[in-house]
């Protein structure tokens, strides 16, 4: 039998949505798939159900890029309550311990939090999409089957308190600017686990994601408004592909020399001679302005093709 044939438009390019509480990251792509008709589509670091916030979702050739969003930064703004230990460290999850957390003061909480600034180790959460042996660990972990996990490296750039609700269970706000690969839902864990009443996220929103922030997204309801009959309306809301890469330095090539490139080929480029250094990745464009795709600079100064944009004009 011959491979099934995909369905769907051939639509290039980032969408930044506003991930509404209450459904998973896959099931927000897949709403957006649909709604844009689109072949290829794939998103850029999960958010839990109940988070809600920053969610770039890649379209068609865009995927090709999407690894360089997942590496990003992130800020978030979460309230955690102090008092309660849920099995999954947030909301959603079973209650599994309840203390009193009246007598914990704001000043006992900023000097705690002080310990998780900068780079730090951290576990990652039983709940969360790593895969062990293929398997997410939160669907083992809804199994009842714990994994041992090796601790991260991470970096905490920023982690400030915004509010401190006094109680017995007591509410935190706080703002968090962290490395690729931290879990919020973890370090509401170890900050209740130092205070000594246990901790869970009660509330959770991505503000920021690489270059993209929240005042910049659509939800699902301006999509399904905007589409109407037809999902070629939503495509003036895509972003560009090459802005997932905007961080590297760009190099144009001749119309002659883009061609050798496109066929995979390593080319001389000027620009990349004179400014770049061996193992730089660089953006590439024609010299009419269309994004061919990033190449890595070579001892001799070419670039060579590294991830190339395909049946894009």
Do not use: W
């Amino acid at each position: 039998m011959g491979r099934r044939r995909n369905s769907g438009r051939n639509v290039n390019g980032i969408l930044l949505l506003d991930k509404p509480a209450g459904i998973s990251s896959n099931h927000a792509l897949q709403r957006v798939k649909s709604l844009y008709h689109a072949s290829k589509a794939g998103h850029t670091g999960s958010l839990d159900p109940l988070a809600t916030g920053v969610l770039p979702i890649c379209l068609g050739e865009a995927t090709k890029f999407s690894q360089f969003l997942l590496d990003s930064d992130k800020r978030y703004v979460s309230t955690f309550i102090l008092g309660v230990a849920t099995d999954t460290g947030d909301s959603d999850g079973e209650v599994l311990d309840v203390k009193d957390a009246s007598n914990i003061t704001e000043g006992q909480v900023e000097l705690a939090i002080e310990g998780f600034k900068g780079d730090i180790k951290q576990v990652p959460s039983m709940y969360s999409a790593l895969k062990h042996n293929g398997q997410p660990l939160h669907r083992l972990a809804r199994k009842g089957i714990t994994i041992d996990r090796e601790p991260r490296d991470i970096t905490v750039f920023q982690y400030q308190v915004l509010d401190f609700r006094s109680g017995s269970k007591a509410e935190l706000d706080v703002e968090v600017h962290v490395s690729k690969g931290t879990y919020v839902r973890s370090l509401a864990e170890d900050l209740g686990a130092i205070i000594g009443c246990g901790a869970h996220v009660g509330s959770l929103r991505r503000h920021l994601a690489g270059p993209f922030n929240d005042s910049q997204c659509v939800t699902l309801e301006d999509l399904s408004r905007l589409r109407e009959n037809d999902p070629s309306n939503l495509d003036g809301l895509l972003k560009p592909m090459d802005i997932a890469v905007a961080d590297f330095m760009a190099v144009e090539l001749s119309s002659n020399v883009s061609e050798y490139f496109q066929l995979g080929q390593a080319v001389m480029s000027n620009q990349a001679f004179r400014n770049g250094q061996e193992g730089d990745i660089v953006r590439v464009f024609r010299q009419d302005g269309s994004f061919l795709g990033i190449g890595e600079v070579t001892r001799d100064g070419q670039v060579a093709p590294k991830r190339l944009v395909v049946g894009v004009t």
